[in-house]
């Protein structure tokens, strides 16, 4: 049953980013693949279900029977196949084209050059790996929208939950320690003293190049942008709308060679020069001198939300309207500082899965408590301060209708949906070209897939 609580085409997505799942690198006299299946004309390689089925179990799947994985791979091909002919599926072949190469850019940023990275990820051209990319972001978003379109009116009653429920309460996974916190974040504030300093420092630095020190020397030396700095402050093909704001805007006023004035933007100044610019893509170098507050800047920004603490420790301001009117985190601020899951978007988190600084800071909290302030990192590596306040605490128990109703909710929708689908296979399967290998014509498969005698052997 459990099968019924993921998406019937996750086992297509396999993100690129986080992957290094592709096929090894062709070799001279080499078969470059085997073909295990058709749908319509769509082709399934063998390499693809090695690809998905180590994705897969990278996310906990279990794949042991070939044949009722097989079936998924199926399914995804036919909803894919149906997707590129329902006119109500919006066509997003070129923007799916244009984002392969923005992400081919932002992989390539992270490795000294182009050779270093297609050996990483086993690739001979570029051009096999933005198809890679492409192929893939296609297959998710035409698998996905489909399934959307097949299921849009797929809904559960609360008699439905409740008989999902006692179906299957022997079956449903146990939830794990949890917690549902709040929080609010600031940015150290940058002196005026200390912009001065890096705005001098990147206007020394420019004035070196046009001295005739190359800009590609002084990223290498000065630039503290870790994906850009070791090939020279260099970003190539980049798509409009791609880069932060003030970065582009300095960067698309500039004539091919010139130099910008010290630009600030949210990581930092940056000194920028266009390199190339053809239609709507553009090359450009920069060097970065990120705004890193000092121990002053940092002390101060610390007084300020602890004195935020104390207002609402003393009831005197609410947490929410605190975290709408001071927090520095965007991901949250008009939530009410509410942390989400970024796996299902509720308000639920793991403890085993909290960044340690955060799991450290709320060990011993009980309901409502808040923490003292504390130093951490967003993403980007920029230091901040925070504090954070325990909404609820939940031990690890089985699910159960009367605290768990929502989860079981979405996965009886699940189920439902998953049913609904299996049927619209069945009733496309007859009127489809299905080509099969050999080895799968033993499966005892949900759905009629070895309809007719157009099984392929060798």
């Not at 990820?121 to 933005?130: D, L, N």
């Amino acid at each position: 049953m459990l099968k019924y609580a993921k998406c019937l085409f996750l086992l297509s997505m396999i993100l690129f980013l986080g992957s290094g799942t592709f096929s090894a690198q062709v070799k001279k006299g080499q078969l470059i693949d085997g073909i295990a299946a058709v749908i319509g004309d769509e082709i399934v390689l063998e390499s693809d279900i090695e690809d998905q089925a180590n994705y897969a179990k990278q996310q906990g799947a279990n794949v042991g029977d070939k044949c009722d994985f097989m079936e998924s791979i199926l399914n995804n091909k036919l909803l894919i196949y149906e997707a590129k002919k329902d006119t109500l599926v919006e066509n997003r072949s070129a923007a799916i084209k244009e984002m392969a190469g923005t992400k081919y850019s932002q992989i390539l940023s992270q490795f000294p050059d182009e050779k270093a990275m297609l050996a990483a990820y086993k690739f001979r051209t570029s051009y096999e790996m933005k198809t890679a990319i492409e192929k893939i972001d296609a297959d998710n978003y035409y698998g996905q929208a489909k399934y959307g379109r097949i299921t849009e009116k797929a809904d559960v009653t609360p008699n439905e939950v409740t008989d999902f429920y006692n179906q299957f309460k022997f079956q449903l996974p146990n939830v794990k320690d949890e917690v549902s916190l709040s929080k609010i974040s600031m940015f150290p504030k940058i002196s005026a003293a200390h912009k001065k300093e890096i705005v001098d420092k990147l206007n020394k630095i420019k004035e070196d190049i046009k001295k005739g020190d190359s800009f590609e020397s002084q990223a290498r030396i000065y630039s503290e942008d870790e994906g850009s700095a070791a090939m020279g402050g260099l970003y190539k093909n980049i798509n409009m709308g791609q880069m932060v704001k003030p970065f582009e805007a300095a960067a698309l006023n500039l004539q091919e060679g010139e130099i910008s004035d010290p630009v600030e933007s949210e990581y930092g100044y940056h000194l920028i020069t266009l390199v190339k610019r053809n239609g709507k893509k553009y090359d450009a170098r920069h060097i970065l001198i990120k705004s890193t507050p000092n121990a002053e800047e940092i002390a101060s920004t610390r007084k300020v939300i602890d004195s935020i603490r104390t207002l609402i420790m003393d009831k005197k301001l609410t947490f929410k309207d605190a975290a709408y009117k001071f927090s520095d985190d965007k991901s949250n601020k008009f939530s009410a500082g509410i942390m989400t899951n970024t796996q299902d978007g509720s308000d639920k988190l793991e403890k085993l899965g909290l960044d340690p600084t955060v799991s450290y800071q709320i060990a011993g909290l009980k309901k409502n408590d808040i923490t003292e302030p504390f130093q951490q990192e967003d993403q980007q590596k920029r230091k901040m301060l925070s504090i954070i306040q325990v909404n609820e605490v939940i031990d690890a128990h089985q699910l159960e209708l009367s605290t768990d109703y929502e989860r079981i909710k979405e996965m009886a929708l699940n189920k439902k949906k998953n049913e609904i689908v299996e049927k619209w296979v069945n009733a496309k399967i007859p009127s489809i070209f299905i080509s099969l290998d050999n080895k799968y014509k033993e499966c005892k498969f949900h759905s009629n897939w070895l309809k007719s005698s157009v099984v392929t052997t060798k």
